[in-house]
């Protein structure tokens, strides 16, 4: 049974961080691009980073270039997402997801293979 369990989520003020780490089980969590998703209320679903099978390329959401860090540990089968000067804009439901080998450019459901159940980051303004 395929497994995807985030962790790591919260409040923090402005300018906190915050490490969220999603770990993989029940397939083979080296073949499959890792990914970042997040859905704030009323607002459609935004890649925020992903981090290809290797950890050799990454994508991060322009807003978020700078402030956020994908990593990846594959024997682990864990990936990170570090993320500091939150700010309340940043406010959101955090989805881990999975892709078989290569990511995707979307954050529609169907365009990734596996979900996790998401964790809550939340930045008062």
């Known amino acids: 049974q395929v497994r995807l369990v985030e962790s790591g989520g919260g409040q923090v003020q402005a300018g906190g961080s915050l490490r969220l780490s999603c770990a993989g089980s029940?397939?083979?969590?080296?073949?499959?691009?890792m990914g970042w998703i997040r859905q704030a209320p009323g607002k459609e679903r935004e890649r925020v980073a992903s981090?290809?099978?290797?950890?050799?390329?990454?994508y991060y959401l322009d807003s978020v270039r700078g402030r956020f860090t994908i990593s990846r540990d594959n024997a682990k089968n864990t990936t990170y997402l570090q993320m500091n000067n939150l700010q309340p804009e940043d406010t959101a439901m955090y989805y881990c997801?999975?892709?078989?080998?290569?990511?995707?450019?979307?954050?529609?459901?169907?365009?990734?293979?596996?979900w996790g159940q998401g964790t809550q980051v939340t930045v008062p303004s």
């Open positions: 981090i290809s099978t290797g950890g050799a390329s990454f």
């Open positions: 029940g397939y083979t969590y080296s073949a499959y691009c």
């Open positions: 997801a999975a892709r078989r080998l290569v990511c995707s450019l979307s954050a529609a459901p169907g365009s990734w293979n596996y």
